[in-house]
């Protein structure tokens, strides 16, 4: 993949504050026009990745870039190009909805007031209400019109969905779903919700304590991983190519959560697709992804 | 930008600029009503004394009342003269660019398609141009006020503060330090405690101890014993103007060669003791010659450093250049914090 088909590019990326690391050798890249997930734990650094990539803050240590510029605080020609939506929706809360869109409008030359104004009547916000008078669900959906309205080629958006009700999550998802496809727009979405991942993105990056443990399409992250059981006395071993991930036992039968380097054999085992969700916490707890050719996988004793 | 910055502030900037209506307002009535009852308290039949009138009752009186009744508002104007200036730079300053950094919506602003110099800018320009035209109607009645219960009398060192373009600086330098605190504390209260403090401080220090020092004062070397004949009383004449600033009276050595200072008169007196008290003083006139004959030996005069009264507008602007200038480096060093920042 060449530069200008990435619309992220991280290169041994560190964030540190004070003593506290928030993001440690940090590399990944994502391909134009995706729409990929960051998931991660709860300070896994998933914050501070999309902050350096909004411009908010600098990277203590590696090299950030966006549409193959390196991104910093002062750039505003490449930060217009960014919308960005962060987890605890900044708005003014004793400004009206309608003086938040114009507050939009003054300061982004690509600001499409028409798509704004749609959007939230669509959503049956009143634009003469006050932002500190809406619901949660509502403050996100004002949040997420002034994100996209700038048109932005690149759009950040931290927890969209965090802190709502299941109807308001439901219906701020559809919203994000529906604006996805009418712009052209590449996507980072930082989210705990797998099933939000399933539903909207193609691409997945995993953090967890501080590194990128994955950076993967998604098709390819469901086709490359499988579940394989066998009774505990059955004694076949682990197929060639095949890395643990994850060992679950019974008091009957063993089951390993396995990347795939290339086809499987059968060779006595039961295969499963695993799920999202499935693969996503196996990743988690084993923290580091291997390569898919290495048999150095995190759980390999007694696979044999 | 100019609009967001207005839109941020609008109705703190209202609310202001009502506590200023209102300190004008009672500030011309009081003033009006005390230049009045002055007036004709001075002028005839009075002529300055609560004297009754016979025939038309105790009109003085009643007069030197009302005065005394007016005037009893002074101190709180006074108060209200010395508050208004950083109450409202700090809240401005606290306004345009804490709040934003405490309640994190300067995020909000920081990933549009603006610079932070930009945003900065707007913020602080919009502030500090509000911090001025709240304050010059107010600097201006002040100064009208201080005149008119003062008797013209605009140099008086409790209200130099409030009287004349000062009370604008003091606003501006308020409005500057609130956003260096801010854009180091980032948070609303403490941020305004810090201003307090430090204000304060300044406040404290700046007239005790830089004001005398901003223009040259004038000296002016008297005999001690001089006196002056107003028919059979004799008194010891005023050695400076009565509406000048004084900043010291006393003997002193004329061989001495800097400015002299309450010090200087104090270890003179202690020297003039010692040598007196070789001589004997049973009696007054003994006290009196040993006192000549040792303020001969030792060449003292009394010097009366003070600062005249037409030197009141070249201190106001040196007074308030200093703070401005110090306002501005507040500003450009919270501008460096503010590109600094991490939100």
Redesign the interface.
Known sequence: MTGDDLVIETDALTKRFRRRTALNDCSLAVPRGRVAALVGPNGSGKTTLLRLLAGLSRPTEGRISVFGEEMSTSKIDLRARVGYLDQDRPLYPWWRVREILEFGRRINPTWDAEFAGRQLSELEIDLGSRVRDLSGGQRAQVALAVCFAKRPELVLLDEPASALDPVARQDLLQNITEIFADHEASVLMATHAIDDVAAICDYVIILSQSRVVLSEDLDYVLESHRLLSRGLDDGVPVPRGATVLEERRTTREITYLVRLAMPLERDGWRIERPTLNEIVIAYLRGRRAPSASSDSGLEESGAT | ?I??AW??QR?VVCALALVALIIIGFAVVTGVMQHHDLMQLLGAPCHGAEVATPGRGDICGVLAVKLANVASYNPEIRIAGLVIAPLVGAVLGLLALVSELD??????????????GRWFAAKASVGAAIVTLILVPTAIVLSWWNGEVRGYDLFQPDTFGIAGWDLVAYGLFAFALTMLLGAVIRRVGWTLAATTILFLVVAVVFPSRVRSHLVSPTVHWSSPFATVHKGSAATQPQPFPFDAWLLVNGPVPRTIKTTPTWNDVLATQQNAFRCTSGYPHKTFAEQAKAETECYKKLDIENAAVFIADNQFWTMQLREGLLYLVAGMVFVGGAFVFV?RI??
Do not use: V
């Not at chain 2, 309640?103 to 932070?116: D, E, G, V």
């Open positions: 930008m609009w967001i839109r941020f109705s309640h994190r919506t300067a995020r909000l602003a920081w990933t549009q398609s603006i610079s932070r590109r991490e939100p």
